[in-house]
């Protein structure tokens, strides 16, 4: 998409959903000092946006503190429901939760994080528990300790990757997670040139995931595809040998629809 001028944004707007993205599941509940930290902007101001968005029904108050309403829920409830991308991808991955009792999902970037856009989960009690692992639908996951997370920022030139490095700290998440930048980014051209990732408990003790970029007819990675099952279950050998083969099938299957 070709940048937008600065004089085509209606300020107002961005700091509005600033403060709408200030939510999240370390921070349920704000008040105007904690949202005007997050948002970037002054108390007086994120007072008043949390007020519009009060009015609006998209936040509900007890008059000091205020947190998000199910009106929040139109906005990744239209994106799921008019994007074609989800609907394409979603019955793929009911096929394949059919086959096996794991976890399957669809990503894309946005930032620091990778977002569900599509989910399926195979029958039993292993993909019942892994389900708690927050991989629900508009889920937000750290893509430095992902196996989606690394898949598509692989798919970026070295430079471009070099960038969303550049000054950023990569949380350790478990004892397993890869937190080093140097170590990180030869990590990532190897993902590139094997076409997959595998993430061994870095983002959750107990989960094992593998996931490969779903690509367009012209080649750009548009999302990833991955299953996630526990180790008891599924090794890392046993995801190279009996689940990597059936992503990488999905993937060539749905990129003649993309």
């Known amino acids: 998409m070709p940048p937008i ?3 085509d944004t209606i300020a107002g707007l961005v700091k509005g959903l600033a403060v709408l993205e200030s939510f999240d599941t370390e921070r349920q509940r704000l008040n105007a000092t904690q949202a005007a930290e997050r948002a970037g902007l002054t108390r ?4 008043r946006h949390l007020l519009t968005l009060t009015h609006c029904g998209y936040l509900e108050t007890d008059g000091s503190y205020y947190w998000l309403a199910p009106r929040a829920l139109r906005l990744a409830g239209a994106y799921l429901a008019s994007s074609r991308l989800p609907r394409l991808i979603q019955p793929t991955l009911n096929r394949l939760a059919a086959q096996t009792p794991d ?12 977002i569900i856009i599509a989910r ?4 039993g009690a292993p993909a019942t528990r892994l389900l708690a692992y927050g991989m629900h639908l508009g889920a937000r996951l750290p893509a430095h300790a992902t196996s989606t997370g690394r898949v598509l920022l692989a798919a970026l030139t070295p ?3 070099a960038e969303w490095l550049h000054g950023k700290a990569l949380p350790r998440l478990t004892p397993h997670t890869l937190t080093e930048p140097a170590a990180f980014l030869a990590m990532l051209d190897t993902v590139a040139r094997d076409d997959h990732c595998i993430a061994s408990e870095e983002h959750e003790l107990g989960v094992v995931a593998v996931a490969v970029p779903l690509r367009n007819a012209q080649g750009h990675t548009v999302a990833a595809l991955n299953v996630m099952a526990a180790p008891d279950r599924a090794t890392p050998q046993f995801l190279l040998a009996e689940q990597l083969p059936r992503l990488r099938a999905a993937a060539r299957d749905l990129r003649e629809m993309l």
């Open 120 to 123: 399926s989960a195979g029958m």
């Open 159 to 161: 430079a471009a990757r």
């Open 44 to 47: 007086a101001a994120a007072r």
């Open 5 to 7: 001028a600065h004089a």
């Open 103 to 114: 976890v399957y999902s669809a990503v894309v970037l946005d930032g620091d994080e990778v």
